[in-house]
């Protein structure tokens, strides 16, 4: 079991950027593959953003792509979501997720095969 803490979230106007972090402890970090996803008021849970252990290779929900980047840095135990040009719809609680995975090249889209959460981070953009 790995714990996760996210920090960054809050208010930011429309076009603006955040940067959202993700300080993991209790196991190896880089044994982890790791995702963000984010829930608005009234809707599901949806996928963000995922990397693998090494970071060599990442995926983006379509909604994302272009103005979010997921980073991590294995030595800090720490993933990142940097996102920018941000709209209204960006609106939402972000949590991190982390699933260990054999291969350095896995990486997970659906947040069931994610084993341990964070707590979340509110990310609010106005219009």
């Known amino acids: 079991q790995v714990q996760l803490v996210e920090s960054g979230g809050g208010l930011v106007q429309a076009g603006g950027s955040l940067r959202l972090s993700c300080a993991a402890s209790g196991r190896t970090f880089s044994r982890y593959g790791m995702g963000w996803f984010r829930q608005a008021p009234g809707k599901e849970r949806e996928f963000v953003a995922t990397i693998s252990r090494s970071g060599g290779i990442t995926s983006y929900a379509e909604s994302v792509r272009g103005r979010f980047t997921i980073s991590r840095d294995n030595a800090k135990n720490t993933v990142y979501l940097q996102m920018n040009s941000l709209i209204p719809e960006d609106t939402a609680v972000y949590y991190c997720?982390?699933?260990?995975?054999?291969?350095?090249?896995?990486?997970?889209?659906?947040?069931?095969?994610?084993?341990?959460w964070g707590q979340g981070t509110q990310v609010t953009v106005s219009s």
């Open positions: 997720a982390a699933k260990a995975t054999l291969r350095l090249s896995d990486y997970y889209t659906a947040a069931l095969e994610y084993t341990d």
